[in-house]
T-cell receptor, first 113, second 113 residues
Framework: KAGVTQTPRYLIKTRGQQVTLSCSPI?????VSWYQQTPGQGLQFLFE???????NKGNFPGRFSGRQFSNSRSEMNVSTLELGDSALYLC????????????FGSGTQLSVL | GESVGLHLPTLSVQEGDNSIINCAYS??????FIWYKQESGKGPQFIID?????DKRQGQRVTVLLNKTVKHLSLQIAATQPGDSAVYFC????????????FGTGTQLKVEL
C-alpha cells in the first residue's frame, strides 16, 4: 500500500507570492492533517480535514488555508508569502475518527526568498 | 497550557546500549501519546503509542512508559543500533481533539560505534 504522497518535494517562492501544496493520503484514509516544521518552532499543527470538512484548526493566520476533496486528497494554500513561512510542510493521514495513528509524508520543503 | 517538552536535546549512546528518551507534558486532558522518529529528509515515522489508561507498552525493542502523576513520558530503546540515529519526538493528543497532535521539541539520538 502506498504511503502518504506530497508534491512538490521542494519549492522556492518569493515574498508576496502564493503557493499550493498537495497531499494524497494512504488509500482508505479519510483524515488529512497538515503540520509546519521549522528549526525554531518545531512541529506545529495547521489544520485537519475529515470528509471534506475542516475538523480542527491551529493558531496560524488566515493566509494559511486548506481543503479536502471527495477522494480525500488535500491541498493547502499559503497566500502573501512571508520569509517566516519557509519551512517543511508535512501532511499526515489517518483512517478517520479520532485517536487514530497518523502516518506522515516526506513533506514539501518551502523556501521563501 | 498544551506544551510538551523534552528534557534533553541531544543523547549520545554506544551501539548495543539501551537508550532512554524523556518527555514532559503539561496538559492533563491529554489521553493519547505517541513517539515518532524522524530521519533526515523524511517525515516522522510512527514508533509506538500509549493511551492514558495504560502505564507501559512494549513493541519490538521499544518500550513506552507513562507516568500521569508527574506528567512524564519516556521511550526506551533496547540494544541501540546505528539505524536508530534520528530525532525522536513525543506527541500528545487531547480528548476530543480529533487527530490534532501537539509535539515536543525533539531529541537528537546519536549512536556511536
Amino acid at each position: 500500500k502506498a504511503g502518504v504522497t506530497q508534491t512538490p518535494r521542494y519549492l522556492i517562492k518569493t515574498r508576496g507570492q502564493q503557493v499550493t501544496l498537495s497531499c494524497s493520503p494512504i488509500s482508505g484514509h479519510r483524515s488529512v492533517s497538515w503540520y509546519q516544521q521549522t528549526p525554531g518552532q518545531g512541529l506545529q499543527f495547521l489544520f485537519e480535514y475529515f470528509s471534506e470538512t475542516q475538523r480542527n484548526k491551529g493558531n496560524f493566520p488566515g493566509r494559511f488555508s486548506g481543503r479536502q476533496f471527495s477522494n480525500s486528497r488535500s491541498e493547502m494554500n499559503v497566500s502573501t508569502l512571508e520569509l517566516g513561512d519557509s519551512a517543511l510542510y508535512l501532511c499526515a493521514s489517518a483512517l478517520g475518527g479520532s485517536n487514530e495513528k497518523l502516518f506522515f509524508g516526506s513533506g514539501t520543503q518551502l523556501s521563501v526568498l | 497550557g498544551e506544551s510538551v517538552g523534552l528534557h534533553l536535546p541531544t543523547l549520545s549512546v554506544q551501539e548495543g546500549d539501551n537508550s532512554i528518551i524523556n518527555c514532559a507534558y503539561s496538559n492533563s486532558a491529554s489521553d493519547y501519546f505517541i513517539w515518532y522518529k524522524q530521519e533526515s529528509g523524511k517525515g516522522p515515522q510512527f514508533i509506538i503509542d500509549i493511551r492514558s489508561n495504560m502505564d507501559k507498552r512494549q513493541g519490538q525493542r521499544v518500550t513506552v512508559l507513562l507516568n500521569k502523576t508527574v506528567k512524564h513520558l519516556s521511550l526506551q530503546i533496547a540494544a541501540t543500533q546505528p539505524g536508530d540515529s534520528a530525532v525522536y519526538f513525543c506527541a500528545e493528543r487531547v480528548t476530543g481533539g480529533g487527530n490534532k497532535l501537539t509535539f515536543g521539541t525533539g531529541t537528537q539520538l546519536k549512536v556511536e560505534l
